[in-house]
């Protein structure tokens, strides 16, 4: 199982931002996968989940409105897009899947992480 996120960079805030999480080793189809970031000095949280089995979203409070996860099985890829970005958007950005069709807890396999800086 492997999980590799792209897409990070600088913005402007207000500004947007499209994350990608291109998997391999398993098929995507079947399982959810979760988008999460870390600020410097903050705990890991989670932003956005999506469902395999009927492709439920989910979001955190903090983040509802501007970002948007959607997943291309063709592609072998999920995608966060990030609009209206705001300065404490700032973080590294990991996804990871639970192997599991719901998003339920248990995220044992992790990308490396991409850094988004949202500064002017």
């Known amino acids: 199982v492997q999980l590799q996120a792209s897409g990070g960079g600088l913005v402007q805030p207000g500004g947007s931002l499209r994350l990608s999480c291109a998997a391999s080793?398993?098929?995507?189809?079947?399982?959810?996968i979760g988008w999460f970031r870390q600020a410097p000095g903050k705990a890991r949280e989670g932003v956005s989940c999506?469902?395999?089995?009927?492709?439920?979203?989910y979001y955190a409070d903090s983040v509802k409105g501007r970002f948007t996860i959607s997943r291309d099985n063709a592609k072998k890829t999920v995608y966060l897009q990030m609009s209206s970005l705001k300065p404490e958007d700032t973080a590294v950005y990991y996804c990871?899947?639970?192997?599991?069709?719901?998003?339920?807890?248990?995220?044992?396999?992790w990308g490396q992480g991409t850094l988004v800086t949202v500064s002017s």
């Open positions: 999506i469902s395999s089995s009927d492709g439920s979203t």
């Open positions: 990871a899947t639970n192997l599991q069709q719901y998003c339920t807890a248990g995220y044992d396999y």
């Open positions: 080793g398993f098929t995507l189809d079947y399982y959810a």
